[in-house]
């Protein structure tokens, strides 16, 4: 038998169950480093995926609890895209990605974990970055524990 050592995992998994939205309860702590916040805007912030597809998985959201994108007011949907795009070249910059991912998944038969709280995903891709884990054993190997990437992106930032 193969046994795959992540250590940090043991972070989510003694975490107590949240409830309510983490994007909401997240930005109200101010407590930006324990939760993974890298930017604030004036509408929007950027916030790292606790469950990442890949090492610097962003996520851009609005600080108001909004569900669709059509209620997004026109300051709140600019500020949105503006930031998606500083979180572009941040990843860029420190984590030189070959591609990406970017997306909004709106409602939970789309995929959407917190299908409540509108956010925009920006997933940093690679050459070689999927294999056979995922399909074989239902497992994602994740290279780099979240507080790294944060420390590196925030210390860019």
């Given at each position: 038998?193969?046994?795959?050592?992540?250590?940090?995992?043991?972070?989510?998994?003694?975490?107590?169950?949240?409830?309510?939205?983490?994007?909401?309860?997240?930005?109200?702590?101010?407590?930006?480093?324990?939760?993974?916040?890298?930017?604030?805007?004036?509408?929007?912030f950027i916030i790292l995926n606790a469950f990442p597809y890949?090492?610097?998985?962003?996520?851009?959201?609005?600080?108001?609890?909004?569900?669709?994108?059509?209620?997004l007011r026109d300051a709140e949907a600019e500020?949105?895209?503006?930031?998606?795009?500083?979180?572009?070249?941040?990843?860029?910059?420190?984590?030189?990605?070959?591609?990406?991912?970017?997306?909004?998944?709106?409602?939970?038969?789309?995929?959407?974990?917190?299908?409540?709280?509108?956010?925009?995903?920006?997933?940093?891709?690679?050459?070689?970055?999927?294999?056979?884990?995922?399909?074989?054993?239902?497992?994602?190997?994740?290279?780099?524990?979240?507080?790294?990437?944060?420390?590196?992106?925030?210390?860019?930032?």
């Amino acid at each position: 038998m193969e046994y795959l050592w992540a250590p940090w995992r043991i972070e989510y998994i003694q975490r107590a169950s949240e409830s309510g939205c983490i994007l909401c309860q997240k930005p109200r702590e101010n407590n930006d480093e324990a939760n993974f916040i890298l930017y604030r805007g004036q509408h929007n912030f950027i916030i790292l995926n606790a469950f990442p597809y890949n090492p610097g998985h962003l996520m851009v959201a609005p600080y108001r609890h909004i569900a669709n994108l059509q209620d997004l007011r026109d300051a709140e949907a600019e500020e949105h895209f503006d930031i998606i795009k500083k979180g572009l070249e941040l990843l860029k910059e420190v984590m030189e990605p070959m591609g990406f991912n970017i997306g909004l998944n709106l409602g939970k038969v789309a995929g959407a974990g917190i299908a409540e709280h509108i956010h925009t995903h920006i997933v940093p891709r690679w050459q070689g970055d999927t294999n056979f884990m995922p399909v074989l054993s239902d497992t994602k190997v994740l290279s780099e524990a979240l507080i790294s990437t944060y420390q590196k992106l925030r210390a860019k930032l």
